[in-house]
């Protein structure tokens, strides 16, 4: 049976992928009490790398469309957590959100709403956060954007 959060994802269209592997000496997620710490999610799309540097050769329409792969993958980690029951999740607590991007690019926040919108649409309240967008001078990869999260869970 599919539960209410997934029936929601499928009506935009998306299917969350498997949980994505860590790449390295860290886990994916750390569950503490209800809340689950989950370990920066990079701009990808089915596997591809989504690359590039925000203010020199990507606008900030295409790091907001990479932000939302993060997401989508920070929701995959979550059901991970949750034991496959998505439906679990009580609460997106906090966004922490990397941009890869040029030293006079500031729109940060708006490369970030892709990930908090896309929370909102699939999530409705329960995907409302408190968040920070900040710049980086580059990311692992050559990623354009990396996303981490807190969840509360039941």
């Given at each position: 049976?599919t539960g209410q959060f997934e029936t ?22 750390v569950i503490v009490g209800d809340m ?79 990930a908090s919108d896309f929370m909102v ?34």
């Amino acid at each position: 049976m599919t539960g209410q959060f997934e029936t929601r994802l499928g009506e935009l269209g998306v299917t969350l992928p498997d949980a994505p592997a860590p790449a390295a000496n860290y886990v994916p997620y750390v569950i503490v009490g209800d809340m689950v710490y989950v370990s920066g999610q990079i701009s990808n799309n089915g596997g591809d790398l989504i690359t590039g540097k925000l203010g020199d050769n990507m606008d900030t329409a295409e790091g907001a469309a990479a932000a939302k792969t993060c997401a989508i993958s920070l929701l995959a980690q979550c059901k991970a957590a949750c034991g496959g029951d998505l439906d679990r999740l009580v609460k997106v607590v906090k966004l922490v959100g990397f941009v890869n991007s040029t030293a006079d690019f500031t729109e940060q926040p708006q490369v970030i709403n892709g990930a908090s919108d896309f929370m909102v649409e699939a999530l409705g309240d329960t995907g409302r956060h408190a968040r920070s967008a900040v710049s980086a001078a580059s990311l692992p990869l050559g990623v354009a954007v990396e996303v981490e999260a807190i969840f509360q869970i039941k």
